[in-house]
């Protein structure tokens, strides 16, 4: 069986993904709607709106089954709020930082989990769809890798954007005076990427149409 054969990209999915696409659009509006800082907003946000176009030009070649492209919008939703609001200042986990005397605001942590479980997801259904690569012990291994390239590559894109913003940086890096805050972030994401691959194989299977591993 072809890798990608039972991967459904047509019928229902297109309302399907109208409607995530509509569910982003109207967050991405709130989002845009007086935020705490402008420039700091689109720095955070960028990364949701140019994945978004992305998706939308290889749309007619190329499109992720449902399970993913829900998790990619539950990423845009993730770096949307933290747009608006700044990652430090996410006023519900403010909330839970006084309330449980917690020493920061872990809407960051949070942001970068995700930055391992949804790419983790990415990664996986891109190298079992157009790859020799197949279930097992060396997918698991190399998607952990990109997933955790990825974290350290976006730590030196953050390190150059805030140079470069001047003021802006230290809401941008939102390291709250952690110094262990860059190391924290990837170790996170490799965490996300190990429980995605852990939590969600079999559903995913499943959507791209292949059979169930035995033994």
């Known amino acids: 069986m072809s890798s990608s054969a039972g991967v459904r990209t047509h019928g229902p999915d297109r309302n399907f993904h109208l409607a995530l696409l509509a569910i982003g659009c109207a967050v991405l509006v709130w989002s845009a709607w007086h935020p705490k800082d402008y420039l700091v907003w689109f720095l955070e946000a960028s990364p949701a709106i140019f994945g978004a176009v992305a998706l939308i030009v290889l749309y007619p070649r190329f499109r992720f089954t449902r399970l993913v492209m829900v998790l990619i919008l539950v990423h845009a939703i993730i770096l949307m709020v933290g747009a608006h609001y700044t990652y ?8 839970l930082r006084d309330e449980l005397g917690l020493a920061r605001n ?3 942590r949070l942001g ?5 479980f949804i790419p983790a997801m990415m990664a996986r259904e891109i190298l079992l769809r157009f790859t020799p690569l197949v279930r097992g012990r060396w997918l698991f291994f190399l998607v952990l ?3 955790l390239a990825f974290s350290a590559f976006y730590e030196l894109l953050e390190w150059w954007v805030a140079l470069a913003s001047g003021s802006a940086a230290d809401a941008f890096l939102a390291t709250q005076g952690d110094v262990w805050d860059t190391q924290w ?3 996170l994401a490799l965490l996300g990427s190990i429980g995605a691959q852990l939590l969600l194989a079999r559903v995913h299977d499943v959507q791209l149409g292949l059979r169930p591993v035995h033994g």
């Open 112 to 116: 970068h989990v995700a930055q391992g």
């Open 106 to 108: 872990y809407y960051d």
């Open 185 to 187: 972030d990837m170790f």
């Open 145 to 147: 890798c990109f997933c």
């Open 88 to 95: 430090a200042q996410m006023p519900l986990f403010s909330w």
